[in-house]
């Protein structure tokens, strides 16, 4: 088969025969063949630059090639591998972004429409959710359901060739959102036009349904699955970790599939052997001259049956004793903890982040600093280009949310994604962070430095305050100065000799102020007989 398909006369170049024959088009089945021999091909390959003399993978029970069936099983099955698929997803989606026109406060016409679509059907939840299904395969789709009455195999209404939609077609709206996994959408027929720009990308995807009735919901029945065929115009393609294609990328399982896969051998094996292990059994064992007794078998297994299955807790024995076998348990923490480590090595996760938000509160600040750049990263180099931009600009042009007032140079709706900043405080950061700006401003003040750095200065410079925060402090310390002009000053401290933080830089000598207001207030006074005190004036 695959010498006939790449046989050189059957293609323009390499005829033989005198006369030019047209390249023959490839289905998806001779496609899938010839990609199968090549990735074969590469395997054995590979396995011959290792120790040929043994098959690690085979050894060990490592699948050679993984199906999508195979990663969606481990999905399910093994709450690890639904860690590693989701554990990414969760981080990007903990807050909800922001689809804005401008950073005007007044809402624009575009945000107001997108706003009420996304909080009438919830579309930051199906992308979150879309997200952490591409992640299980290959990719992942969300179909989005038009009110436009057609078939989902039909292109949506004002599409060109080149993808693109005409300016005059009719509003839409946006019913239902579902998302769907490679498994359960598999791409049918890819664009084969060098000419388009579309070239490479899918046309259309096989979907499958999952349908319920009544009376199967009632009854716990299956649900029955259906197929249709749905024009990729209806699709959002997402796929997470692409390297060499635009359409197929690397399932987050994959790098870590043989770990995944010993985990889940441990712990099924730590599970039987604590069944077999803890409570090995009973032994039990003629005595000193019974040797040559005859033991009746059938009345001895039912009396220990009785002990072990019921409440009986004693056994009749007639020359036997019967001994509990010493129990055999292995901790497999030890072996777990090293897989745990290089899954978390490998998907580059801290370990207490990967194992959850109790054991995150412990992670060091630079893990999660780190951990945290990570996830800014992947919400402004894939989740805003790949997912919510072509969504919202899905919907652009369908019209059915009201289109910015401004595009790109290449024509495109412009508009921002702002996602909120991850890396805000805890309370107990806040805490430490006041104690150490208290300390702070305590030496500044007594120090006397503030003429050759004033206060907005160190604010700004120093406690890296941002500028406009600093000036309200320092506006607000000066309006207390003011305010403390017209009250009486409080009694001066000595080890501070009367100085006192003055936002204008200047050091008020407080020592003897109160006496000297006293004293000036004082009028003067002289004594006339009878020893008393009247006005000299």
Avoid at 186 to 209: A, L, Q, T
Wanted: aromatic share 8%.
């Amino acid at each position: 088969m695959a010498e006939a398909l790449l046989n050189e006369d059957s293609y323009v170049n390499g005829a033989s025969n005198g006369h030019v024959q047209e390249e023959p088009a490839l289905n998806m089945r001779d496609m899938a063949f010839l990609l199968n021999e090549v990735f074969t091909s590469r395997t054995k390959l590979m396995d011959n630059l290792f120790d040929s003399r043994r098959d690690i993978d085979t050894e060990c029970g490592y699948p050679k090639t993984i199906t999508a069936e195979q990663f969606r099983t481990m999905y399910e099955r093994n709450g690890i591998a639904e860690r590693v698929v989701n554990v990414y997803p969760e981080e990007t989606w903990g807050m909800d972004p922001v689809v804005k026109e401008n950073d005007k406060v007044k809402e624009t016409d575009f945000e107001k429409s997108w706003r009420e679509l996304e909080e009438e059907l919830g579309l930051y939840a199906f992308m979150e959710r879309a997200d952490e299904l591409s992640g299980i395969g290959r990719y992942g789709v969300m179909l989005l359901g038009f009110d436009d009455g057609r078939d989902l195999k039909e292109p949506l209404p004002g599409l060109k060739k080149d993808g693109t939609f005409r300016e005059n077609n009719k509003p839409l709206k946006l019913l239902y959102v579902r998302t769907f996994d490679e498994e359960s959408a598999k791409v049918s027929k890819f664009n084969s036009d060098k000419n388009n720009p579309r070239y490479g990308y899918p046309e259309e995807y096989d979907i499958k349904f999952l349908e319920y009735s009544a009376e199967q919901t009632s009854e716990g029945g299956e649900a029955v699955t259906t197929q249709q065929k749905v024009h990729w115009s209806r699709i959002i393609h997402i796929a997470d970790n692409r390297k060499n294609s635009e359409v197929f990328a690397t399932p987050r399982q994959q790098p870590v599939w043989n770990r995944l896969y010993d985990i889940r051998k441990m712990l099924g094996g730590s599970g039987e052997m604590y069944w077999r292990g803890a409570f090995p059994g009973i032994s039990l064992e003629t005595m000193p001259g019974f040797e040559d007794a005859k033991i009746d078998t059938t009345t001895t297994k039912e009396r220990m049956q009785d002990y072990m299955n019921g409440l009986q807790r004693y056994m009749l024995n007639i020359g036997m004793t019967a001994k509990s076998l010493p129990p055999q348990v292995e901790s497999p923490r030890d072996f777990l903890l090293v897989q745990l480590q290089a899954i978390t090595i490998t998907i580059k996760v801290p370990l207490r982040i990967f194992l959850g938000s109790e054991a995150a509160q412990l992670a060091s600040g630079q893990d999660t600093r780190n951990f945290n750049r990570r996830i800014k990263r992947r919400q402004h180099k894939y989740v805003s280009p790949f997912i919510i931009k072509p969504f919202v600009e899905r919907l652009i042009q369908v019209k059915a949310i009201i289109a910015p007032s401004e595009t790109t140079e290449g024509g495109r709706p412009k508009f921002e994604v702002d996602w909120p900043d991850i890396d805000v405080p805890t309370e107990k950061d806040q805490a430490e962070i006041g104690d150490k700006w208290a300390a702070a401003l305590q030496k500044y003040v007594t120090s006397g430095i503030e003429k050759l750095v004033p206060p907005l200065e160190f604010l700004t410079m120093f406690l890296g305050v941002p500028k406009d925060r600093a000036k309200v402090i320092v506006d607000t310390a000066k309006k207390n100065k003011e305010k403390d002009k017209l009250t009486v000053d409080p009694a001066p401290d000595p080890s501070n000799e009367g100085g006192q933080f003055d936002p204008d830089g200047n050091k008020a000598a407080n020592m003897g102020q109160r006496n000297d207001k006293k004293n000036a207030s004082k009028k003067d006074v002289s004594k006339l007989p009878g020893d008393k005190k009247v006005d000299a004036t």
